[in-house]
């Protein structure tokens, strides 16, 4: 089984349709750009957000099974996708890399 590695390429915020629709929230996101966490054992890495994990973990679990070519060839390196978490006012898209087996 395959590690995940699952890197934050990207971040958002749509400040216009929190205003609109969202109610007040003190702390909805901490990932940050470049941040790095490891999957092991398709295990949710500490500190990564439950709700992003709810939204990437069946790509985490298929690429450490040695699963690829996610959509016929969507992604140029066939053993990773980039998924983004299912946040409308603030997504974050991250890219998930299938990286060195485990030790049994």
Not at 36 to 42: G, R, T
Not at 73 to 87: L, V, Y
């Amino acid at each position: 089984m395959k590690n995940v590695r699952i890197t934050v390429m990207r971040t958002a915020c749509y400040k216009d349709l929190m205003e609109k629709y969202e109610n007040p929230i003190e702390h909805a996101c901490g990932m940050t750009l470049g941040q790095v966490f490891v999957s092991e054992s398709m295990t949710k890495p500490e500190g990564f957000c439950d709700s992003a994990w709810e939204t990437v973990s069946p790509f985490v679990m298929a690429l450490a099974h040695g699963a690829g070519n996610f959509y016929d060839g969507w992604m140029k390196d066939p053993k990773s996708a980039m998924i983004s978490c299912n946040d409308g006012f603030r997504p974050v898209s991250f890219l998930l890399e299938a990286i060195e087996d485990q030790k049994s």
